[in-house]
């Protein structure tokens, strides 16, 4: 095996407010040599990339994917053999619904080296940004995340949804706006009951930050009739009652 000349930092971009990046990461960017990032990376922060740095997109949206994940990892191991810094810049947070863990075993098992470096991922900050806080002593203390679009291929899980519904005061999905209908009614069967408080944030953090509240009964109906789109973080829980209070003291988009 030939000894890689490099190293590749799996980098975590946040929800998309640059000033949510972390000081490392902004760091890894300015010095990198090749950067390969996905599609949720907000312009602000791929503007900090060096411009002597191969940019590279390998960004995957619903239907639309520029590079297959195997294709992503294999240009990952050949671009740490002829450069020293390289960049995967994930939205989010790497390890959570980021594929961070699969891109670190493979780079592991080729003898890449690999560091992850930790970003504030969208289920927090979404919320947080249109003032919902995921706990609150009064309404909730405990918080399930899920993935509401599960995969296809090599492991296809299946959530529990009515589990879900059982076991956790508050619920955070990430990518289940096509799949809403259907998550919905199975948490309705799970025992949460159709008025349970829900909302949707779209490009949280951003400056073009969009949110939709309804309940478990209305809110498939809403999202069809207002035309709200994914990418999107669904919150579901009493913790949702408290927007109307501390969204005025929510942060300011920039």
Same mark, same amino acid.
């Given at each position: 095996?030939?000894? $890689?000349?490099?190293?590749?930092?799996?980098?975590?971009?946040?929800?998309?407010?640059?000033?949510?990046?972390?000081?490392?990461?902004?760091?890894?960017?300015?010095?990198?040599?090749?950067?390969?990032?996905? !599609?949720?990376?907000?312009?602000?922060?791929?503007?900090?990339?060096?411009?002597?740095?191969?940019?590279?997109?390998?960004?995957?949206?619903?239907?639309?994917?520029?590079?297959?994940?195997?294709?992503?990892?294999?240009?990952?191991?050949?671009?740490?053999?002829?450069? &020293?810094?390289?960049?995967?810049?994930?939205?989010?947070?790497?390890?959570?619904?980021?594929?961070?863990?699969?891109?670190?075993?493979?780079?592991?098992? @080729?003898?890449?080296?690999?560091?992850?470096? $930790?970003?504030?991922?969208?289920?927090?900050?979404?919320?947080?940004? &249109?003032?919902?806080?995921?706990?609150?002593?009064?309404?909730?203390?405990?918080?399930?995340?899920?993935?509401?679009?599960?995969?296809?291929?090599?492991?296809? $899980?299946?959530?529990?949804?009515?589990?879900?519904?059982?076991?956790?005061?508050?619920?955070?999905?990430?990518?289940?706006?096509?799949?809403? @209908?259907?998550?919905?009614?199975?948490?309705?069967?799970?025992?949460?009951?159709?008025?349970? $408080?829900?909302?949707?944030?779209?490009?949280?953090?951003?400056?073009?930050?969009?949110?939709?509240?309804?309940?478990? &009964?209305?809110?498939?109906?809403?999202?069809?009739?207002?035309?709200?789109?994914?990418? @999107?973080?669904?919150?579901?829980?009493?913790?949702?009652?408290?927007? @109307?209070?501390? &969204? !005025?003291?929510?942060?300011?988009?920039?």
């Amino acid at each position: 095996m030939v000894q $890689p000349l490099g190293k590749v930092y799996l980098v975590g971009a946040g929800p998309g407010d640059p000033g949510l990046f972390t000081l490392k990461g902004k760091a890894l960017l300015e010095h990198a040599d090749v950067v390969v990032y996905d !599609a949720l990376v907000s312009p602000q922060i791929l503007a900090m990339i060096s411009p002597k740095a191969e940019a590279i997109n390998a960004g995957k949206r619903r239907g639309r994917h520029s590079m297959l994940q195997e294709d992503t990892t294999q240009l990952l191991i050949e671009k740490a053999q002829t450069h &020293a810094v390289v960049v995967r810049l994930k939205g989010g947070d790497p390890f959570v619904f980021g594929r961070g863990g699969e891109e670190m075993e493979d780079l592991v098992k @080729a003898g890449v080296p690999v560091e992850v470096v $930790p970003g504030i991922t969208s289920g927090v900050a979404a919320p947080a940004y &249109a003032g919902i806080p995921l706990t609150h002593r009064g309404y909730s203390s405990s918080v399930t995340f899920v993935t509401g679009h599960e995969s296809v291929g090599k492991y296809r $899980p299946t959530v529990n949804w009515e589990a879900i519904a059982q076991s956790s005061e508050t619920i955070v999905i990430y990518m289940g706006v096509h799949n809403l @209908a259907a998550i919905t009614e199975q948490l309705h069967r799970g025992g949460l009951p159709l008025e349970t $408080p829900i909302a949707l944030v779209r490009w949280g953090t951003r400056p073009d930050q969009q949110e939709l509240v309804g309940t478990l &009964a209305t809110i498939a109906q809403q999202v069809q009739d207002t035309g709200f789109d994914a990418p @999107a973080i669904a919150v579901i829980g009493k913790v949702v009652n408290l927007q @109307a209070t501390l &969204a !005025a003291s929510r942060p300011q988009l920039l």
